[in-house]
Each structure stands twice: as C-alpha cells, then as structure tokens.
C-alpha cells in the first residue's frame, strides 16, 4: 500500500492505467483503495438586539437550548463542534463479468476531536494513539474501529447493495439515575474541572457518519457521459442533486475530469423519517444539525477516468435560520481523499464474510415497478 502524500506521490501511485474497456471504475479481485473521509460540523448562534432609550436589549423571546446531550451547561455565541476523520480501506473481492463487484469495508482508524470557542471546553480522541477511550460521548466512535461492512457496486459506480449486519447499531446514551444527580458534587480540582469539560465537550458529538454517506460520497458521486444529469445521495437523508461537467483538473498531476454538484431546484426527495420539526430541538446541536438537512446542499468530485477510480469529493451544507430572536448559522462539510491503492494479492476464490448474502437484481413487476426500491440501487439491511 502507497500512501498519496502529494503530488508526486499521487503521480507515481498511477504509473500504470487501470483502465477496463469503458467502465468507470475498473475493479480487480485483489484491489485495495484507502480513502481519508473526513466531516466538519460548525454553528454560531447570535442573538438579534436593538437599542432601546440608548441601552442596548435582546428581540425576541430568545432561544438558547443548551448544548450537550446530556444538558450540561449553556453555551452561546461561537462553537465549533466537530471535527472527524476515518480511515476507510475497501477491498475488492469478486468481480462478475459485467464489471460489478463485491467489496468489503474497514475501518481502519478513527479520529474526533469537539470544541467550544466560548468556554474553551475540548475532547479529542485518535485511534492512532490509543484503540480505546474513556470518555462516554466518544463510544460511539470506538465501536467502529476495526468494523466492517460490505456493498456491491456497478462499474459504474451505482451502489446496488449494501450489508450493515457486522456494523454497530447505535445505542442512546444511558440516562442520568437520580441516585447519581442527588450524590453529584461540583467539581473542585483542576483535574476534575478538566474532566468535567472533556466529557461534556464529547457528549455533545454527533453519531458516525454512516456507511452510506461514504459510499454516496466514493461511488454515488462518480461522474456520467453526459453533461447534465441528476444524482440521488444519502447522506443518510436522501438528496437530489443536479449535476454537471466542470472540465478536466488535476489533482496533483493526476487529470481528472470535474463534476459539479448542487440541490436539485425539483422538489427534494426526502424521505418521511428525514423529516424534522426544528421545534423539537432540545440543543443547539440537534437544531443545527435539523436545519442542515433542510438546506441547499453543493460540491465537487474529482474522478479519474484514466486510472479507473475517484481521486476526491467534497460536500457542503449551510443554513441561516431565524428563531425568537436568534439567528442560528450552521455549515456541515463531507469530504473524502484517495490516499493508497494496492493489491492485496491473489485471492483464492471470492473470500466473503460468512453472512454475506449475494446481491439479487429487481425485478419488474406487472404494476411496472420493481420490487427493490432504493436510493440509487441501494438495498440496506
């Protein structure tokens, strides 16, 4: 495995095309792609004023829920909760004759890192230094070290199906007894301020990004032979974008042929569980993140047809809205980078995981629908 450092590297890492007839992606039994996947999660709130006989006063009735899942205490004003980053290795398995193929996801290493900018209050944990943590917000996040997760997909970069049996559910956090709020004391040592801080500052992270935004964000952003079309992502929210041909531009000395992407102006397909009403946010967090998922969405991806594979997407998601008397300002930025490619080796016959099950096509039914619906061919489990 090469790791890309630049672009010089990145050069050198496709000395030789990999390039299958005129499929998009040219997968091989054996072939390995490392993906650096990172999220970026950011929100202000300001309070509307106006001067009154010279003094200056809030308008409004005011919204400032608290930020952390737990309660914890008030912040208001700037915050910049979250930063994550995961190490995504996919292995091809077995290939089929169409250029369809069989992979299977790990992740190889975790990193999440939760600041407030007007209390100072910070967590930050890497798998890099340490396989575990024991800070509670940050569980979550260790249970996906080391987990798996398969999916097929077309060469042409469509995700057909997707295997989450071997990924974690995501379990709430446990609830506060009352023994233990009645018995809690006040913090009284730097060490236990600290501590008090660390672990509020994770409560408040968000969940993993799913397995199927990554592959949205790998394989659904992949480019079509034509310059105007559509795409259907899920980030895990569906979301339709319009999508067209921004010219060719390298990435490092890598061509690449750009694609340009934005929220489709047709309605958005959402589905019903996506919905959100943005008054049922209890924090600051939550409503940020509900907003989001109302927002126009836009970004770019960068897809090497030479070499057979995407080089790097980016997604962005911003949203201003207006609540008693706050303006809440939220961005949410999904980003993912080739950093290696390799062989793993001759494989001796399709290794698959035991429970995997083989993907089955839709079939057509005489009503003219087929009878797997999905989010561009995706069938979860």
């Excluded at 010279?54 to 952390?68: A, I, K």
């Excluded at 890099?128 to 042409?156: M, N, Q, R, V, W």
């Excluded at 569980?273 to 967090?285: I, K, M, N, S, Y």
């Excluded at 429970?355 to 069938?379: F, Q």
Aim: hydrophobic share 35%; proline share 7%; charged share 25%.
């Amino acid at each position: 495995m090469k790791p890309i450092l630049g672009s010089l590297a990145l050069a050198a890492l496709f000395a030789a095309p990999a390039v299958a007839g005129d499929a998009d992606w040219a997968f091989k039994p054996g072939q390995v792609y490392t993906y650096e996947c990172k999220t970026e999660f950011h929100y202000v709130a300001v309070p509307l004023t106006q001067t009154v006989d010279g003094q200056t006063v809030r308008r409004g009735g005011g919204f400032t829920p608290s930020s952390g899942r737990s309660g914890g205490r008030r912040r208001n004003g700037s915050s910049d909760p979250q930063w994550e980053v995961v190490t995504l290795r996919a292995t091809v398995l077995s290939v089929d004759k169409d250029g369809t193929a069989i992979l299977d996801f790990c992740v190889e290493s975790v990193a999440i890192d939760t600041r407030f900018d007007d209390t100072g209050d910070r967590a930050t944990w890497s798998s890099k230094d340490s396989p575990t943590t024991d800070l509670p917000g940050y569980k979550k996040y260790e249970a996906i070290l080391g987990c798996h997760f398969g999916a097929t997909i077309a060469a042409d970069g469509t995700v057909l199906d997707l295997d989450r049996t071997r990924w974690p559910q995501a379990a709430a956090p446990a609830p506060v007894s009352a023994a233990a709020a009645a018995t809690r004391r006040e913090p009284r040592t730097a060490a236990e301020r600290l501590r008090e801080e660390q672990v509020g500052a994770a409560e408040a992270a968000h969940d993993p990004t799913s397995p199927q935004a990554w592959l949205s964000l790998i394989f659904g952003m992949s480019p079509e032979r034509s310059e105007k079309y559509a795409k259907t992502l899920k980030l895990p929210f569906t979301e339709k974008l319009d999508v067209s041909y921004g010219g060719k531009e390298p990435v490092g000395k890598v061509s690449c042929i750009r694609s340009k992407f934005k929220t489709s102006k047709e309605a958005r397909v959402q589905d019903p569980a996506d919905e959100r009403d943005l008054g049922r946010a209890t924090t600051l967090e939550t409503f940020s993140m509900d907003s989001l998922r109302n927002a126009d969405k836009k970004g770019h991806s960068w897809f090497s047809r030479d070499y057979a594979c995407l080089v790097k997407s980016e997604l962005d998601s911003k949203s201003d809205v207006c609540v008693s008397g706050t303006i809440v300002s939220a961005m949410f930025r999904w980003e993912v980078a080739l950093k290696g490619i390799g062989k793993t080796g001759a494989l001796n016959g399709p290794e698959l995981p035991p429970d995997w099950a083989p993907y089955e096509p839709p079939v057509e039914t005489p009503s003219g629908k087929t009878s797997v619906e999905g989010v561009n061919g995706v069938r979860a489990r």
